[in-house]
């Protein structure tokens, strides 16, 4: 498998023998140059000694020599600078496009590597790395997970940056579909987003002194106006979002976006939605307020509102339920922090050049409590103790864009598993899993 014999020539993970080419030349690589992940020779500016000459250029690696031609390298110029060939069979020599022949260095690709590749791939428990992190330096745990925290951070900046381009460069908005996604929780974040897109926010603005009509156009945007139904408050908002409708040329979304199945009656689209346009009533400026914060505290309190008293015993339109407030609990304040908030700040710090508030927003995830789902339990059931928002935020980040992926190759965890001679793959024992890696 190439991708094996790139992490090979890139991790240096070299026979104990001296490298010769095909050809009887020594070779010594001093640097394996810088991998290219885009079109072009493989490995960038590597630093080779061949022979008694000195060498800096780049490095072609296949698992056959042959396809070298399969792949057209020998009419392309871009790959003439290449100074090695590396793969694991050698059945055929390689020209550059003027004839010149390029020297061959044959690599196997660890037996180990390969086994221990084949058990992370196939492997059924989650992490499928989980017996060698116990054995891994708290360093090495700790310098990896701020590197994806960071990683997860920029992503989300990035999403969020594309949609300020989106709706005009203006962060007030983008602020607000961000927000609006993130009271999806998942499951109906795309819904949220989407709707979102379609509330007019210039023209909500002229009715901020009034929840009602906040409401009206939040909830008949989402399409959950559109019915006949026997309720005193539901009919008066179906009037006011027809008049407002028409006022304001509003159309509804699809209401089937809107998913229910197996989902606690509280984060039912009702009672997010009337959430919603209570913080967006009580809120004006919200992104400044936002950057004005110093505290978690400051930037919980943010989300402190209270719906209209019709939630107080209704989950949806028409069925009345025992009384209960439709506050934000803090667990979900925190998460909005954690995944609207500090993304936020830190997409506003690095546009704008404000490292302080790319500071705060990690700061804000250090000062939160980890999140409780199946990703960090599965990883402290592997000896990691996690303690903060920055910690489980990294291990998701690690789950989604390494473990699902099935980027072992590319993940430091997967790259000590793959170093190893030999890696215990039985069941964690009872002393392993008490001896937790405090972050």
Same mark, same amino acid.
């Given at each position: 498998m190439e991708l094996l014999l790139h992490y090979t020539w890139k991790h240096r993970l070299f026979p104990l023998?001296?490298?010769?080419? $095909?050809?009887?030349?020594?070779?010594?690589?001093? %640097?394996?140059?810088?991998?290219?992940? %885009?079109?072009?020779?493989?490995?960038?500016?590597?630093?080779?000694?061949i022979g008694e000459v000195m060498w800096v250029g780049n490095v072609e690696l296949h698992q056959r020599s042959s396809e070298w031609y /399969?792949?057209?390298?020998? $009419? %392309?110029? /871009?790959?003439?600078?290449?100074?090695?060939?590396?793969?694991?069979?050698? %059945?055929?020599?390689?020209?550059?496009?003027?004839?010149s022949l390029i020297p061959m260095l044959v690599l196997p690709v660890p037996e180990q590597v390969k086994l221990n590749y084949a058990s992370l791939l196939r492997g059924e428990k989650y992490p499928p790395c989980y017996a060698v992190i116990p054995q891994l330096p708290r360093l090495t745990i700790h310098s990896f997970l701020s590197a994806l925290q960071t990683e997860r951070l920029t992503q989300k900046a990035e999403l969020i940056e594309e949609r300020r381009k989106r709706y005009g460069l203006n962060w007030e908005d983008a602020f607000f579909v961000t927000?609006?996604?993130? #009271?999806?929780?998942?499951?109906n974040g795309d819904a949220f987003e989407h709707w979102a897109g379609r509330i007019p926010l210039r023209a909500v603005d002229k009715h901020r002194d009034n929840l009602f009509q906040i409401e009206a156009i939040f909830l008949g945007q989402a399409g959950l106006l559109g019915e006949k139904k026997n309720d005193e408050y539901y009919c008066q908002m179906q009037h006011e979002y027809t008049?407002?409708?028409?006022?304001?040329?509003?159309?509804?979304?699809?209401?089937?976006?809107? *998913? #229910?199945?197996?989902?606690?009656?509280?984060? #039912?689209?009702?009672?997010r939605l009337a959430q919603l /346009?209570?913080?967006?009533?009580?809120?004006?400026?919200?992104?400044?307020?936002?950057?004005?914060?110093?505290?978690?505290?400051?930037?919980?309190?943010? #989300?402190?509102?209270?719906?209209?008293?019709?939630?107080?015993?209704?989950?949806?339109?028409?069925? $009345?339920?025992? *009384?209960?407030g439709k506050r934000l609990s803090k667990t979900t304040r925190q998460l909005l922090v954690i995944n609207t908030l500090a993304p936020f700040l830190y997409a506003y710090g690095h546009y704008k050049g404000e490292e302080r508030l790319c500071l705060k927003a990690v700061e804000f995830l250090e000062n939160i409590k980890s999140e409780d789902n199946r990703i960090t339990r599965a990883w402290e059931l592997c000896g990691i103790k996690v303690k903060s928002a920055a910690d489980s935020q990294a291990l998701i980040q690690l789950r989604r864009a390494y473990c699902d992926a099935h980027k072992c190759l590319c993940c430091r965890f997967g790259y000590e598993y793959l170093k190893r001679s030999r890696i215990e793959t039985n069941e964690l024992t009872e002393t392993q899993k008490s001896n937790e890696i405090y972050l």
């Open positions: 023998k001296e490298l010769v080419t $095909t050809g009887g030349l020594p070779v010594e690589v001093i %640097d394996p140059g810088l991998h290219n992940e %885009d079109a072009g020779p493989d490995f960038f500016n590597a630093k080779l000694k /399969a792949h057209g390298h020998h $009419t %392309d110029r /871009a790959y003439d600078n290449v100074v090695l060939h590396v793969s694991e069979e050698d %059945d055929s020599p390689v020209r550059r496009s003027d004839g927000l609006a996604r993130n #009271f999806g929780f998942g499951v008049y407002l409708s028409h006022k304001f040329g509003l159309a509804p979304m699809d209401a089937s976006l809107w *998913r #229910f199945l197996r989902m606690r009656p509280f984060n #039912f689209p009702h009672v /346009a209570a913080l967006y009533q009580h809120s004006q400026g919200l992104l400044s307020r936002l950057l004005e914060t110093a505290t978690v505290d400051e930037a919980c309190a943010l #989300f402190e509102v209270k719906p209209s008293d019709y939630w107080d015993t209704h989950y949806a339109f028409g069925q $009345t339920s025992p *009384r209960s």
